[in-house]
């Protein structure tokens, strides 16, 4: 009788277990699958902008645009002063609200009293265009453009060459600056944002177009939709901090530009190179790209490029790499890097080769590295990083492992087979699962990669060197 009881108790609770466990799974599945959808709604919205929304208007005249444009009580005309202004003169406006559109086809320079100097577009198409060489804005607060993006109402539509557009702010415009085959440009110290609206659908804070040998420099970029470079070569962008945006910087179809010392912080993507050569991307810090799509820096078919002394903390996949090296007789040099606390430190969508990693420092992260699909990461270079889950000595004392550091695909095939068992990473069902694979395993395992000379310290200078990690200040 007894006996009978106690299995009753038993057989009861097992059921209950069972039918928690089936409840959590559900969950998870479902969050899962929300928060994948979500994720790739965000990324792809605006490529699909086209297929669900209706035909883009009809265009607007001038007249039309100027009837629709509503501006402060008060401002001042901005197109009679800058016709009034001599070539190469400067024009110098004082602490009030002037009204746009604006249009600079000499070459000049117009002052503003930072903070105080307002250029309003009154809601409606760009505030200033400039198709003059050698213009240089200054000190101007850009407001209220229009939000059109089949027209990129933007705040300063750049075709000029060898301007000089430094401290000023641009709020509550669709884009910021646009580039379109304007060469020899500096674009520095200027505060940038977007308007008020879903990420993807947001202007983008700086957009290059076919515009070679600019200078984007030490900006702050907040809330916008991407910073991007397309089909442009010999830029060089340095020292900007971007925040809470969707691409920090893209570069599709560019070559030959350089990415330096920039901080980014909260981007769904850090940098991302599409179809991009022989880039370099050096002393930069990202971190907390974080949500389904969330990647420090990011390859898509892209080759010859050099990434060293970054910093990809907190990442939801520190590195993604995609088909990169694209050219078969082609590479990517990862050298003197840290990458800590990442969900994945380098993620590899397939069974590739042509990378090289060494000197850099692993610490931290929740997977070192792993390739979706078959396959490994091995067919590319490890040599002589540091791995903190690295276990050996050193009987030689030359700072070198004795032995190989070695990553194997144990239970993290069900994780990266099956995306919706990623809910249950770093569980205690699946570390029991991973656990008891070790001991006996069923299957084969995968040798993902292997170091054959593992450091026992941390490369010297490795990281950022003297990029500041972009903090909020609130």
């Known amino acids: 009788m007894a006996l009978r009881f106690s299995l009753a108790r038993i057989l009861r609770g097992l059921l209950g277990a069972i039918a928690t466990l089936a409840v959590v799974v559900l969950i998870g599945f479902g969050a899962v699958r929300w928060a994948e959808m979500k994720g790739v709604d965000d990324l792809t919205r605006d490529a699909g ?34 016709d009034a202004t001599p070539t190469g003169g400067t024009l110098t406006l004082e602490a009030k609200i002037y009204s746009a559109p604006g249009k600079i086809d000499r070459p000049m320079r117009i002052d503003g009293v930072r903070g105080g100097t307002i250029i309003d577009g009154g809601g409606i198409g760009s505030i200033l265009t400039v198709t003059a060489n050698d ?14 993006h089949e027209t990129t109402d933007s705040a300063v539509r750049l075709r000029g060459r060898n301007g000089i557009f430094k401290d000023n702010v641009v709020e509550n ?60 070569t010999g830029n060089i962008v340095t020292g900007n901090r971007i925040l809470d945006s969707r691409y920090g910087i893209h570069l599709m179809y ?34 907390y790209s974080q949500g389904p799509s969330g990647i420090g820096l990011g390859f898509k078919e892209s080759s010859n490029t050099r990434v060293i002394h970054n910093d990809f903390f907190a990442n939801a996949r520190g590195i993604f ?16 890097n840290r990458i800590a606390y990442n969900g994945v430190a ?52 030359d700072g070198i492992g004795d032995t190989p550091y070695e990553n194997w695909s144990w239970a993290d095939r069900l ?20 656990f ?28 950022a060197r003297g990029t500041q990690r972009l903090e909020r200040h609130s």
């Open 49 to 82: 902008f086209a297929d669900h929304h209706p035909p883009a208007p009809d265009p607007r005249s001038e007249d039309e645009m100027e009837d629709l444009r509503r501006f402060p009580a008060g401002a001042v005309a901005l197109q009679p002063l800058i």
């Open 135 to 148: 213009v240089m804005l200054t000190g101007l607060t850009l407001r209220n453009s229009g939000e059109r």
């Open 173 to 232: 415009c669709l884009f910021g600056f646009e580039l379109k085959q304007a060469d020899g440009n500096i674009i520095r110290r200027n505060v940038i944002g977007s308007k008020d609206l879903p990420q993807a659908l947001r202007g983008d804070s700086i957009r290059v177009w076919y515009s070679n040998d600019n200078r984007i420099e030490d900006n702050d970029i907040t809330n916008v939709r991407d910073t991007v470079i397309w089909y442009s």
């Open 254 to 287: 560019s070559h030959n530009n350089k990415l330096e010392r920039n901080s980014f912080l909260s981007n769904t993507v850090g940098i991302f190179l599409m179809y991009a050569n022989d880039n370099d991307v050096i002393d930069n810090v990202i971190h």
């Open 321 to 336: 790499m995609d088909a990169s090296p694209y050219d078969p007789e082609g590479f990517n040099l990862f050298q003197k």
């Open 346 to 397: 380098v993620a590899f969508h397939s069974d590739w080769e042509g990378n090289t990693f060494e000197a850099n420092a692993f610490l931290g992260n929740h997977g070192s590295v792993t390739v979706y699909g078959t396959g490994s990461a091995n067919r590319n270079t490890w040599r002589g990083n540091y791995w903190d889950d690295w276990e050996g000595f050193d009987r030689d004392h």
């Open 415 to 434: 994780w990266m087979d099956v995306p919706d068992a990623q809910f249950f990473r770093t569980s205690p069902s699946l570390e029991l699962v991973d």
């Open 436 to 463: 008891v694979e070790r001991l006996g395993s069923l299957i084969e395992p995968r040798l993902i990669i292997r170091d054959p000379a593992p450091r026992l310290d941390l490369p010297e200078g490795v990281g």
